[in-house]
């Protein structure tokens, strides 16, 4: 996603603010912040996608008069859909989840037990299994493709990424 649009989620939710560079991390030792490092690995047709899981993350916490404790760890396209790993700055980050190709993916949901972080986790299952229906590169209505690699694209989306695979 380019920096412009990241910038912009990171201007309207502050969750979605990045820490320490991928420079800085390495002079310090190594990666230990893969979002603020690396930023959203996925094209900028999620950018609308994103948006909408993060204004209804921002909204729960407004509803619940909670400061907003999510700590985004890594967002991602992998298989095609969305990953959007996250943890809460009083749970341990834990392992977020083992994914399989072509066949089924565990994902670990953090918070159990508190009716809000039980509520985020659904509406961050809701947006990845929702990017499987938008194109990853300009947002209109996708399915998932296996060119190169596997990714969601709209038909002309998928027909310009076939012509440059051949």
């Given at each position: 996603?380019?920096?412009?649009?990241?910038?912009?989620l990171a201007e309207r939710y502050a969750f979605m603010k990045k820490g320490r560079t991928l420079d800085q991390q390495m002079k310090s030792g190594g990666i230990d912040d893969l979002y603020s490092a690396f930023g959203c690995q996925c094209e900028d047709g999620w950018y609308d996608?994103?948006?909408?899981?993060?204004a209804?993350?921002?909204?729960?916490y407004n509803e619940n008069g909670r400061k907003p404790n999510i700590i985004i760890d890594q967002?991602?396209?992998k298989y095609g859909t969305l990953r959007f790993y996250y943890h809460f700055g009083d749970k341990d980050q834990g392992i977020h989840a083992f994914d399989c190709i072509g066949?089924?993916?565990v994902k670990f949901m953090p918070g159990k037990?508190?009716?809000?972080y039980e509520r985020i986790a659904e509406i961050v299952s809701w947006g990845e299994d929702r990017s499987g229906e938008i194109c990853e590169e300009c947002g209109k209505p996708g399915t998932?493709?296996?060119?190169?690699?596997?990714?969601?694209?709209?038909?002309?989306?998928?027909a310009k990424a076939a012509d440059q695979e051949e």
């Open positions: 996603m380019t920096d412009k649009l990241e910038k912009a996608l994103l948006d909408e899981i993060c209804k993350i921002q909204t729960i967002i991602k396209e066949g089924p993916s037990g508190d009716e809000l998932i493709r296996d060119l190169m690699y596997i990714q969601t694209l709209c038909d002309d989306c998928y």
